[in-house]
């Protein structure tokens, strides 16, 4: 994000600034220990926690530091310590002005027992002197470095994993997926669930091997621009022709101000990357089927007149609905592109149908690529499914 006056008032600003740096420290602790296997969980007991510490994140890119900014975290650090005295304590935190108390934190990062009272201030008297000495034994007091700082150590130590590459582009796509898988631990889990905001390195890396759910997003454009973004994601998935036979599901969500022409200029770009038919006349076979296309948010009289005009163009699409006033059919969407039928789209109406759709055999396997402005569809997790952010529906013609 570029910082701007406005942006430098904005304490949303620095919430999700402080987020995305507890997500960096998160990848860190996945990445730097020795048990692949090691749970480490997401704002559970606190910011990050595993089976030998507990560590509070804080980070203060405008702020000085001074007892009332750290007493608190520390007095809650104080009490997990009161439960359980076998684990490190840690506060991970970044000011832009440490106000000398580097000093007072030695090469071990511990501190005494009279400093951690001059931290608590008003709190102290809320723990007794035995609680405060065992807990100071325990307790390291990070002084972390700052944002973009935190971020290269992330980038270096991703560089290190074999299977990931060391171009900027192929690390930037790990990234973005692991900081993505992260974000959606939290997120999708709501307090009542908190027990499944936790991970390993195995599960990460695993993930990530697996290539079935992988997203491109924001994080990544805006590191490698729109130019490299959009060169990255078509060698990943669309630079050769159809060579297999997939059932394709595009889905694109529409803003709501495209015009009809400007969505069926991509419809038609979507048609032409993934319809193909191969050999000479007398020997033609269809080499990849008519992709399945869902435009998330269309009003149904744009939809209708989108495909009033490709009816117009002799454009053969099959929707489900066989005449007016029909029942939507399966099998009439379902049916086989042909060379002689010429069936080349499949347009899906709704999102119950998507899904219906999507979980049903099929005797080819499935793909699906989302492209999405705001938010992806939610889908079976068996299903390869690839989510591409995209600023507007014609970032489409670049990426194909």
């Given at each position: ?5 406005e942006?430098?008032n904005d ?11 507890q997500?960096d420290k ?9 048990d692949?296997?090691q749970n480490i969980?997401?704002?559970?007991i606190?910011?990050?926690?595993s089976s030998?510490s507990?560590i509070?994140?804080?980070?203060k890119?405008t ?8 007493n608190?975290?520390?007095?809650q650090l ?7 005295n076998?684990k ?6 970044y000011f832009?002005?440490l ?5 007072k ?5 511990n ?9 608590l201030?008003n ?5 007794t ?8 034994n ?5 002084f972390?470095?700052e944002?973009?700082?935190?971020f290269?150590?992330v980038i270096?130590?991703l560089k ?7 171009t ?5 796509f790990?990234?973005?997926?692991i ?7 939290v997120?999708?889990n709501?307090t ?14 695993d993930?990530?091997k697996?290539g079935k759910n992988l997203?491109?997003n ?11 973004y959009?060169?990255?994601i078509?060698k ?16 694109v ?7 009809i022409?400007t ?8 048609k ?12 033609q076979?269809i ?7 869902y435009l998330k948010?269309?009003s ?11 009816l ?14 029909a ?6 969407i ?5 060379t ?14 998507l899904q219906?759709l ?10 699906i690529?989302?492209f ?7 889908i ?12 507007n529906?014609s970032?489409?013609?670049f990426?194909?």
């Amino acid at each position: 994000m570029i910082v701007t006056n406005e942006t430098k008032n904005d304490g949303g600003y620095y919430s999700i600034k402080g987020f995305a740096y507890q997500i960096d420290k998160t990848i860190l602790e996945l990445l730097n220990t020795d048990d692949e296997n090691q749970n480490i969980n997401i704002e559970q007991i606190q910011d990050i926690d595993s089976s030998d510490s507990v560590i509070q994140v804080k980070y203060k890119e405008t702020a000085k530091l001074v007892p009332s900014q750290v007493n608190k975290p520390i007095s809650q650090l104080i009490e997990e310590f009161k439960v359980d005295n076998t684990k490190k304590y840690i506060l991970y935190a970044y000011f832009d002005d440490l106000n000398g108390y580097e000093e007072k934190v030695d090469q071990d990062k511990n501190i005494s027992k009279d400093t951690l009272d001059e931290f608590l201030g008003n709190l102290k008297n809320d723990f007794t002197e035995l609680e405060k000495i065992g807990f100071v034994n325990n307790f390291y007091l990070d002084f972390s470095p700052e944002f973009q700082s935190q971020f290269n150590s992330v980038i270096i130590k991703l560089k290190e994993q074999s299977f990931i590459g060391n171009t900027d582009e192929e690390v930037m796509f790990y990234y973005a997926n692991i900081s993505d898988y992260l974000y959606k631990l939290v997120t999708n889990n709501p307090t009542t669930e908190i027990q499944n905001r936790t991970c390993t390195q195995k599960e990460i890396f695993d993930y990530l091997k697996n290539g079935k759910n992988l997203i491109f997003n924001s994080s990544f454009r805006e590191y490698q621009g729109d130019k490299k973004y959009f060169t990255f994601i078509k060698k990943q998935h669309f630079l050769s022709r159809n060579v297999d036979y997939f059932e394709r599901f595009i889905i694109v969500e529409l803003s709501g101000g495209e015009s009809i022409a400007t969505i069926k200029e991509t419809i038609l770009k979507i048609k032409g990357k993934f319809y193909n038919k191969s050999g000479s006349w007398r020997f033609q076979r269809i080499k990849s089927p008519a992709p399945y296309i869902y435009l998330k948010n269309i009003s149904d009289d744009s939809l209708i007149q989108l495909k009033t005009e490709l009816l117009n163009e002799s454009i053969i699409f099959k929707d489900g609905f066989d005449f007016a006033g029909a029942n939507f059919s399966l099998d009439s969407i379902k049916q086989d592109s042909t060379t002689h039928n010429n069936l080349c789209l499949k347009l899906v109406n709704n999102e119950d149908i998507l899904q219906r759709l999507i979980s049903e055999d099929f005797q080819h396997p499935k793909e699906i690529y989302q492209f999405y402005t705001n938010e992806s569809i939610i889908i079976e997790p068996d299903t390869k499914n690839i989510e591409i952010q995209i600023k507007n529906i014609s970032d489409i013609n670049f990426i194909l």
